[in-house]
Every structure is written in C-alpha cells, then in structure tokens.
C-alpha cells in the first residue's frame, strides 16, 4: 500500500518545503550530469595515446646569435653529435614540438587549389627521417623518407618536398574508409604524394578536432631559433637532459639553449588548466551532491519532528513500522521524480549552452540517467536512517501531549 | 472481551523507577460501557494505553477477546490495534494535511481495504455522525466538536469491537460534549464495548459502570443503573473491589 494519492494531496497542501527540495534536486541533476560528463571527457583525453613515447623524448629551444656558421650544416653537425651520446635513440631538429599548444596547421585539399574539392585542416611538423623514430609512432602503411626527399630551404611552394607521411585519423577522414597510400593532397598549392600512414601523432593541440589530423613534411627550414627533439633510452633521459646544454654549447658557442623539458612534462603544463578545472568540478560535484543530501535529510528531520504526533496516530491506527517507513521514502521518491525530470531537461539545456559557449560535446544521455540514479540512491539513503527513527516512535505518542 | 491480570507497567530511568500500574485487574465484559476517572497522573492514560496495545506491560496477563498480548510481536500488536480496536484521543489527533474523507481513510489503507468498499465505509460513517457533506473539507476548516466526530468516524470505520476514548469531550464546551457523548452512547447501543478515560464526572455518571484509578492501581468500581444516571439515582457504591467481574 504505497498511499500516492494522500501523500500527493498532503504535499499539495503543505508544498513549501517539496518545492524546496525538488528544485534543489533539479538544480543538482542538471550541474552533476554536466560537471560529470566534463570530467568523463576530461580523463578520456587524459587518458588517450597520443601515439609517443613521451616518458623517452625531451626538447629544448636553441636560439643562434653567431652569423658566422651556417645554420644547416650547423644542424647536421648538432643532429650527428647527439645521436652519438650515450642513450639517445634518435634526434630531430623540428619547427614545432608536439603536445605543447603551440605548432602549424594549414588546410589540405583534394585538388589544387582554387578547383572546388574535399579540404581539411591539417597539422604538420616539418622534419626530416629521423622523425619516425624520434617520436617513437607506429608506420602502419607504407614507408619513412629517404634523405633524399627531405628537402632543406625555404620556399615551400616553389622548391618543396613533394613526399608526406600522415596519420590514420587523417587518413580516414580525407579518403573515407579508402587506402590513402600513393594518393595526393595539395598543401598551399604543393602536391604531396602520401608515402606513409602512421598509427596514432597528435599534433601540437592535443585536445579538439584537430589534434588528430597530422603529418611530417620533409622540409627543414633551419632559422635563428630551432627545436630539437631528442628520443633517449627511458632511463637515459634525465642524465642526457642534464648534459645537452654543455654538449652543444661545445659544438658551437654563439647560441643559447632554452626551455630543456620532457614531452611529458610539456604535455602536464598544457594540461594543467585543464586539471585545475576538473579538480574545481569535481569539488562542486561532491558539495552539492553534499548539500543535496544534507538538504533531504533537514527535511525528513523536520517532517518528523513536525509529525512526531501525527506518526504516533498513525502507529495507533493499526500502521506497521515498515508503513511508517515506506510513507517517508514514497514521500520522498515523489519529491525526488519530479526533481529529477526537471532536472533531466535542465541537464540537456544547460548542456546545450554550455556547448554553444564552449564548444564542447553535447552531454549524453547515460550521464543524465546516472546521475539521476545516483541522486536515487544518495536520497533513499538520506531519507532512510531518520525514517527508521520515526518507525521506532511509540504508538502511545498519540495520546500524549507534545 | 478484555481481561487484565495483575497487569504492572514500570517506567524506568537512570536513577529513578516508576510504578504507573501496579497489580492492575479487570474484566471487561462484551457491549460493556466503561468510564475511567481518577486523579492527574493516577495511571488511566496508561491504563488506556496498555489497554490500546499502545505500548507494554511490564508485568501481569493480557488477553484481548483471547489473545494473549503478552507474547505478540510488534507488528501483530499493529495488526490487532487495526483490526479489533478504535480509537477517539482527546485532541482528537486528525491529520492536518489530509482532508476529513482522507483522514477517516487512513485506518483502512493499513487494513488493505479496496477502493471501492473503503469509500462506501468512509460515507457510511460519516454520514453517521453527520458530516458526510465535509468529506472534502480539512480539518482546520471544521470546530472542535466536529473534529471530534470525524475522530469517531474515523475509529468506526474500521467496523472495531472495542473502542478506546482518552478524555474525548476534554478539548470541548458543553454542548459538542454531550453530543459526542451521544453518539458514544448510541454506538455502544448498536454493541461496540468502550472504555472511555474522563475527567468530568456527570460524563463519567452516563456510563453504566465506572471505574477509578488511584496511584496506578484499581481503587473503586461504581455501578448505575439507567441512562442517563445522576447521582440521585446511583446505586450505593460496591464495596473497594480489585479484580470485576461485569
């Protein structure tokens, strides 16, 4: 015997409290299924490959203010010694490093431009062969440059290389399901023939719809300041970080050395808002759900303690303790389903201008439905213990005075 | 009907021990109509109380139309308080957030009475202390004597053998007094048995056989004939006799 209806028009009648409490079970409903999916999607970006080893590669910035030397022989000469120290796997010199937010992209086409065809945003690192092994990414098709493809200059369009090596994510999404090997793509408006597919390379944004559409260009165009990563044996690569400043200063002294970080820590400083946000979301999470449930069990205190008498006559009347029991959680379930679907359609509104605002992915459902169970289940809990109570009341409450 | 013997009830604290009912015996006997007076604090209400299965006994037997209380659990003791007992409480104890129809409602859901039979029992009782036309009102919306007669209805409904009053007409004037008393006395008629706790004694003269509590323990038991009595017309008191047979 759920008693629905009395509890209903009982509610009806003395609504200011439900009211209360519904519209703080909604409010809870629509941030916690918003603030949990953010979190979801924030440790499944933390979570995903980015494709290198980025425990076994660092880099640093190498600003040149000598004129005397020529810069890309320079480059080689730095690129052979540091492939020599002990523990180092493989070394690049590179315009931009990945995971760290700041890099190139341009737009890839299917035809040359200005011809009408299929384009798509795409990030690229200009490097050379060592690339493949630098980054530690898995060629899946295809194959790595040869020397000779690797063009050094610096007019792209007119003297640039015509080779490129793409991710599987590009490839995918450019060749829709069909090999992308041998196919052309036009960059600016230079034909690049698609020579490799590798597995997984995010580029230097790895949050977003970008971060896994990439390539490696063989073109090195060795400025004032360069980058150059370095891929080291994992237990090397603290030793080797300590020791490149002195090494390449031995090479040639007219230049300085900057910013010497591994990819991991570079990836954890780009991250760190990010963090900082998911920490500050999950706190909220936890003190409304708190201040929700504080709030439900207030009310059911309040309620007994407002109805101790009216518990005792209804024990007198004949009520079991499970009746008493069972009258409270009703109560509250009523409270709680309606909080629950105005909270539900809250969830998706705010959803939806959060996703205008920000631009991020619409909240899906299955965060909605568990949030809305785990408001459930913390009310019943809430609701529980002090309903447990009341069911103790003597049944000889009733004829006394309070 | 009722039969308590050398029924004791100790309330019991840290440091202090009290004896509301010691040694109590009575027989209360089917279609009986029973007043209960006696001093403040003398033991009625937990004479009532015990009596109503609202809450135990110490010491002593119980057998409520033969069932041993004693040994019931509490939902057994729930089930017979439902089944077998109505009770009127003297602040008349109606639900403030329930209408008058839901409030007489309320004894029968716990029965697991249907739907339909429910409300044909509620109008029924109603009707029979007239206030069948309020079943939609609140409680609030209605006077003290009123109250006090959806009180009954309420205990009615559940069609009991044995109704329980707690001081009924306390909480009301002269005149809603002694018609709730009339219609006590006219449900007794039509054979429910009723023990009725009360203070005011030309009350307590209208039942046909009266009791008193002192100090918790049975000390007078006063019979009259006709209703309604008067003192003029009241029998000598029966000598001080503890346990009564009607």
């Known amino acids: 015997m759920l008693e629905i209806k009395p509890i209903f028009n009982a509610l009806r009648r003395s609504k200011v409290g439900a009211i209360l409490l519904f519209l703080q079970i909604a409010l809870t409903t629509a941030v916690v299924s918003n603030a949990a999916f953010m979190i979801n999607d924030h440790l499944s970006y933390l979570k995903e490959d980015t494709g290198f080893v980025q425990q076994e590669i660092f880099s640093f910035g190498l600003m040149t203010f000598g004129k005397d030397i020529d810069l890309h022989q320079q480059a080689e000469r730095d690129e052979d010694m540091i492939r020599r120290i002990p523990g180092v796997i493989d070394a690049v010199f590179i315009q931009a490093v990945p995971l760290t937010g700041g890099g190139s992209s341009t737009s890839s086409h299917l035809r040359p431009p200005p011809e009408e065809s299929k384009s798509l945003s795409l990030a690229y690192y200009y490097a050379d062969e060592h690339t493949l092994d ?12 040869r020397p000779e493809e690797v063009v050094i200059g610096s007019d792209f369009d007119g003297h640039g290389p015509n080779t490129v ?14 090999s992308a090997l041998g196919k052309t793509i036009y960059v600016s408006s230079r ?7 590798v597995e997984t390379m995010k580029s230097p944004w790895p949050r977003g719809d970008r971060s896994s559409r990439t390539s490696i260009i063989p073109f090195i165009n060795v400025q004032n300041f360069h980058r150059v990563m370095v891929r080291t044996e994992a237990s090397e690569r603290d030793s080797v970080m300590k020791v490149i400043e002195d090494k390449m200063l031995s090479q040639y002294d007219q230049r300085v ?19 900082l946000m998911m920490r500050m979301l999950m706190v909220l999470v936890v003190i409304l759900v708190l201040v929700t449930a504080l709030g439900i069990l207030g009310l059911t205190q309040f309620n007994i303690s407002k109805r101790t008498k009216q518990i005792g006559t209804r024990r007198a009347l004949g009520a079991r303790k499970s009746d008493i029991i069972r009258y409270f959680l009703v109560e509250n379930a009523m409270i709680c389903t309606v ?9 998706f509104f705010l959803g939806r201008v959060l996703m205008n605002a920000y631009s991020i992915n619409a909240l899906e459902m299955q965060f909605v439905i568990g949030t809305a169970v785990g408001i459930c289940v913390m009310s019943l809990l809430a609701v529980i213990v002090p309903a447990m109570r009341a069911a103790n009341f003597s049944p000889s409450i009733a004829t006394r005075s309070i | 009907m009722l039969t308590m013997h050398n029924v004791g009830k100790i309330y019991q604290t840290d440091s202090v021990q009290t004896h509301a009912l010691r040694d109590f015996s009575l027989t209360v006997n089917e279609g009986e109509f029973i007043a209960v007076t006696g001093p403040s604090g003398s033991g009625k209400t937990t004479f009532l ?19 041993d209380i004693g040994g019931l659990s509490d ?9 077998k007992i109505g009770y009127i409480f003297q602040g008349f104890n109606l639900i403030p957030d329930l209408n008058i129809y839901e409030n ?7 029965r697991g009475v249907p739907a339909k039979e429910r409300k044909v029992r509620i109008l029924e009782c109603l009707e029979q202390v007239g206030l069948a036309s309020r079943a939609r009102h609140l409680p609030q919306q209605l006077s003290g004597g009123q109250q006090q007669r959806v009180a009954i209805a309420r205990a009615l409904a559940g069609k009991p053998r044995f109704l329980l009053a707690d001081e009924p007409t306390g909480n009301l004037d002269t005149l809603m007094a002694r018609q709730v008393m009339e219609l006590l006395e006219e449900i007794n008629q039509n054979g429910a048995t009723i023990v009725m706790v009360t203070h005011d004694p030309e009350l307590a003269r209208r039942a046909p056989r009266n009791i008193q509590v002192v100090d918790g323990e049975l000390a007078d038991l006063t019979f009259y004939q006709g209703k309604p009595a008067t003192p003029a017309s009241a029998p000598e008191k029966s000598a001080h006799e503890s346990v009564v047979g009607g």
């Open chain 1, 134 to 145: 630098t980054f530690g990414v898995t060629l899946l098709e295809g194959r790595n440059f």
């Open chain 1, 165 to 178: 090596i793409v991710s599987q994510a590009y490839a995918q999404e450019m060749f829709e399901g069909e």
């Open chain 1, 191 to 197: 034909p690049l023939e698609i020579i490799g597919v």
């Open chain 1, 257 to 275: 050395i900057i910013n010497i970080e591994g990819l991991e820590e570079s990836k954890n400083s780009y991250d760190a808002t990010d963090v």
């Open chain 1, 339 to 347: 909080g629950l679907v105005i909270g539900s359609f809250a969830a």
């Open chain 2, 49 to 67: 109380n015990i009596a109503g299965l609202l809450e135990p006994f110490t010491s002593g037997q119980y057998t409520l139309d033969g069932i």
């Open chain 2, 75 to 83: 939902n057994q003791r729930a089930d017979i308080r439902n089944q």
């Open chain 2, 104 to 110: 007489v409602e309320v004894p029968l859901r716990y």
